[in-house]
């Protein structure tokens, strides 16, 4: 299709030598690949054209890209600017399956491209072909001659010779070697600019340091919202690595600033030095009347080289939004990313949410989470919902907020609010979206294989290898999680949840001296939070160290959010050595403490934690009380798990199975409720009827995950010490043996929680039923002697030293 060529359908023009459209002799916006498409269609107007062959013709084969997705969305884009409808089509006919084809009358002129404002755009290699057939060369031979003028030009040509030869001659001569001196010069410098712009493209190793935004129109609203929109922008595109706030706020501490100090672009060379990185990008917004004017500039770190820039003009307020995406994405190209990338990856940050002001609450959200933790954030995030109902982000944001604050039923109300919305986002935002929706409803496939296409699409964001991490942790393949953990660190190591969740990995894998160097290597970079304190108070206890637990509940003394855990677990310390008086002060303490700090669902949990604590212990009525304060606090989801299997560990037999029951109704889709928590709640009502058979049956679907957290705050390897209850009722000491040993084993897994200690206890009923005194002997000193100092009043201690008396 030569330049030239102009076509007219309806009221529209198109220019190929400009690849300019118009309508009504108004230019219409069409880039990309809508424009080449309209241009092979009208090439082909009548004929159909098939799907293969515009793959072929505008998708190259080493182009990666979804082509049936791109192909999809261009044709879609191209019948909007049209105003063309696939239903009804004026002049797009699609063929099911087949192609499309052009079905408006069409007129076709040729016309020749001028140099001018119309004049068409050569690259680099178009521009050095058309120099050489200016000379009179072949391209393809540049020591050949071109063949004379086409039949049509020879009686022409033939008439100049015989007039006045010499002189025809000279003056073609001298025009063509003007015209190729000037165009030689341009293809040289061309040339030279091109190679330029090509030495300072990015690669995808490359990361851009984001500058605050220069507004000087006085309107704060535009304050922190337009870096979040470009932060956005450039973060949906899988080529370009934005540095994350964390880094930036570890290295200006470093550079003896501020954290949340505003980053200029003069400070962002110094952010971009430090951190290796590339490029700086700046951006300022300035009023033109009531226009708006946007100027985005990207320099080259160390040299203040100007790599890139874009400006465009919003006509009022409320295109400012819509005309940021126009120049993040002409400056995302100018950076190095392929068209087919920007055109697959490119949501409009409008479309995500229209309102200046939502966004802008949202990134203050953003900035509180990162600087103050998660429950400051939730006023952020709620009140960028009332700014803008439809803002998946938000919602999103308080999903994850919840989910870290263990407060399930929450983090499950946010998740599906912006699963809803999931399609107004880019494609980044839709994976975290789908992925912690599925998280929150227990699908655990469809949650690993959303974190795997994540990785896939952005392979060098850790969030996705920590989530991934988390889920393999859940169903118990700790040497998974570490390795998707160790990734996760590798490529965030300023980020503290990458040392809590590996140090977590190396616990439960009983690599206790791993974990310790993590914890450290984590304290020493200045990292901390509340999930860290917890598992460095597990090491603590795993290792004996009494000083080391206090330390951490000091630290947590008075904080939201980070105190009240901390409590449970010294609780929990104190039941597992019998000392029940001092765990039930401290389930107090925890459950206070949270309700202080507005998490009622958690407060639930720790009620809960002592409740089955009770039950374990034989005090069925402290066991009842318990479950009955936790539903008043909330009765959620999580909280009827551990209330039914608390139920059925006292024999409550009825409300229990009713309980399961519900459960399992209402949540079909939960796999660690269906091949976890169910199992063991139901083998435990059977062990309480007397019906050990049916027990063991039940619980052989628990047994690929027995070993997991199950993503909840108790698991405890509680299948493993149900199925050995049910082998001693059933008189097989030595399975019952087997069962116990795997509790004593994985010490990392169980930690501090009563069942590790009575562990001992039942492993040395299950020797003396299988006849080995000697072994059952020394399991119940071992027994005796962790709760010398425990209550005696205990129902269970008071059994234990019965049966020991009779070993004797």
């Known amino acids: 299709m030569g330049h030239g060529e102009k076509y007219y359908f309806g009221p529209f023009e198109l220019f190929t030598g400009t690849r300019e459209l118009s309508k009504n002799g108004t230019k219409v916006k069409l880039r990309g690949q809508p424009y080449l498409i309209l241009e092979v269609l009208l090439s082909g107007a009548g004929k159909v054209v098939t799907r293969e062959e515009l793959r072929k013709q505008l998708w190259s084969a080493d182009t990666f890209v979804d082509f049936e997705h791109g192909l999809n969305t261009s044709v879609k884009k191209l019948r909007q600017v049209l105003c063309d409808s696939a239903d009804n089509p004026r002049y797009i006919e699609t063929l099911p399956r087949v192609g499309y084809r052009f079905i408006a009358p069409v007129e076709v002129v040729a016309e020749r491209a001028v140099a001018s404002a119309d004049a068409p755009i050569f690259s680099g290699e178009e521009l050095g072909q058309a120099v050489l057939s200016a000379a009179g060369l072949n391209p393809q031979n540049p020591r050949a001659r071109e063949n004379p003028g ?77 870096k979040q929109a470009l932060s956005v922008e450039l973060g949906q595109s899988p080529f370009l690595n934005v540095l994350s706030d964390r880094k930036i706020s570890a290295t200006l501490q470093m550079m003896g600033r501020s954290a949340n100090e505003h980053v200029t672009v003069d400070i962002g060379h110094e952010l971009c030095l430090r951190t290796g990185s590339k490029v700086v990008v700046g951006g300022t917004i300035s009023s033109l009347g009531s226009h708006y004017l946007i100027d985005l500039n990207a320099f080259a770190c160390g040299t203040d080289d100007t790599l890139a820039k874009e400006q465009v003009e919003a006509t009022s307020k409320e295109y400012v939004l819509k005309a940021l995406s126009r120049a993040s994405s002409g400056l995302r190209t100018k950076l190095g990313e392929s068209l087919p990338s920007v055109q697959k990856f490119d949501v409009p940050i409008e479309a995500t949410t229209s309102s200046l002001e939502a966004l802008r609450t949202y990134s203050m959200a953003m900035a509180v989470k990162h600087r103050g933790g998660d ?184 904080k939201p959010g980070d105190e009240d855990p901390l409590l449970s677990k010294q609780s929990d310390t104190e039941a597992y050595y019998g000392r029940l008086k001092k765990a039930r002060d401290l389930s107090r303490r925890a459950v206070d403490s949270a309700i202080r700090a507005d998490s009622k669902e958690v407060a639930a949990f720790w009620q809960l934690n002592a409740a089955l604590r009770e039950a374990e212990l034989g005090n069925t009525a402290s066991a009842r009380r318990g479950v009955t304060a936790a539903l008043a606090l909330a009765p959620g989801r999580d909280a009827k798990v551990v209330e039914a299997l608390t139920l059925a560990r006292i024999g409550d037999v009825s409300r229990a199975k009713a309980l399961a029951e519900e459960l399992e109704k209402s949540y079909p889709t939960n796999r660690f409720l269906k091949l976890y928590w169910l199992p063991t709640i139901n083998a435990s009502i059977e062990i309480s009827k007397g019906n050990s058979s049916q027990a063991l049956l039940d619980l052989e679907a628990a047994a690929p995950y027995e070993l997991g957290g199950a993503a909840t705050f108790i698991s405890y390897l509680y299948p493993a010490y149900v199925r050995g209850q049910a082998f001693l009722l059933a008189h097989n000491g030595n399975d019952a043996t087997t069962e116990f040993q795997k509790v004593l084993d994985h010490r990392g897994i169980v930690v501090n929680f009563v069942t590790g200690s009575l562990a001992h206890l039942q492993i040395g009923r299950a020797y003396a039923m299988a006849g080995d005194t000697a072994r059952a002997k020394a399991a119940y000193h071992d027994f005796l002697t962790l709760w010398k100092e425990g209550d005696p009043d205990i129902p269970i201690l008071k059994q234990a030293k019965a049966e020991y008396a009779k070993l004797q």
Not at 159 to 175: D, I
Request: charged share 20%.
């Open 375 to 558: 429950a400051p954030s939730i006023p952020f995030f709620k009140r960028a919902i009332e700014l803008d109902p439809n803002f998946p982000m938000a919602y999103a944001g308080l999903a994850v907020v919840y989910d870290n604050l263990s407060q399930p039923s929450l983090a499950l109300e946010y998740a599906t609010q912006a699963y809803q919305l999931r399609d107004r986002v880019t494609e980044r935002e839709q994976l975290r979206i789908s992925a912690a929706y599925f998280r929150a409803v227990g699908e655990v496939d469809k949650e690993a294989q959303t974190y795997q296409l994540w990785i896939e699409n952005y392979p060098r964001d850790p969030v996705p290898h920590h989530n991934l991490g988390a889920n393999y942790f859940n169903v118990g393949q700790y040497d998974r999680a570490l390795a998707e953990f160790q990734e996760g660190t590798r490529l965030a190591p300023d980020h503290v949840i990458s040392y809590a969740n590996l140090g977590a990995a190396y616990l439960c894998l009983n690599r206790l001296d791993d974990a310790r160097v993590t914890f450290d290597q984590a304290l020493a970079r200045r990292l901390d939070s509340g999930w860290l304190r917890e598992n460095i108070y597990s090491l603590a206890f795993l290792r004996a160290d009494a000083n080391e637990m206090q330390q951490q509940v000091a630290w947590s003394a008075g």
């Open 150 to 226: 086409t039949a049509s030009d020879a009686p022409q040509q033939q008439q100049v010779t015989r007039s006045r030869p010499w002189l025809a001659l000279s003056r073609v001569w001298l025009a063509g070697a003007g015209l190729l001196t000037i165009l030689l010069g341009g293809y040289v410098r061309d040339l030279q600019l091109h190679r330029a712009y090509q030495s300072k493209r990015l690669t995808d190793k490359d990361t851009i340091v984001l500058a605050d935004f220069a507004n000087s129109t006085g309107d704060p609203v535009f304050d922190d919202a337009l």
